[in-house]
């Protein structure tokens, strides 16, 4: 985000690292599905450029929250998955969920249901 609250409130810290568009839609797919490929995440979120999206990632990457590895080293293609700091956000997307449904007319696909339970132990990095 290239314009930080420069508070010291921990919500405007948090919005400061989850904050821009998309990212907590990220967040979403990678508790959700586990570790994505780029071109998954751009497919599950439709409307969102490449260059938005790898800046997100790089974004979420610098604060340890998501990780990166290498699935392939020629030509080099990862996969991203979240770190044990992004799986704690878990139970603040359910929360956002849970508003959404009772405050925003939102509808649930099944698949959201799964927010903020445990997230899929494949692929898990320490950091």
């Known amino acids: 985000m290239s314009t930080s609250y420069e508070q010291f409130c921990p919500v405007a810290r948090t919005l400061d690292v989850i904050g821009e568009r998309w990212t907590i839609l990220i967040l979403r797919d990678l508790l959700l599905e ?5 071109q998954q995440l751009q497919g599950s979120l439709a409307g969102v450029s490449p260059n938005t999206l790898s800046a997100r990632l790089k974004r ?44 925003a007319g939102g ?3 099944p698949k959201y249901r799964a927010l903020g339970t445990t997230s899929r132990s494949r692929g898990r990095p320490d950091s």
Do not use: C
């Open 34 to 38: 586990g570790p994505r490929k780029f």
């Open 60 to 103: 979420l990457e610098e604060y340890g929250v998501i990780a990166h590895r290498f699935y392939e080293q020629h030509p080099p293609r990862a996969e991203y998955l979240l770190t044990d700091k992004g799986r704690a956000l878990g139970p603040a997307l359910a929360a956002l969920r849970d508003w959404g449904l009772q405050h």
């Open 107 to 109: 509808r649930m696909h």
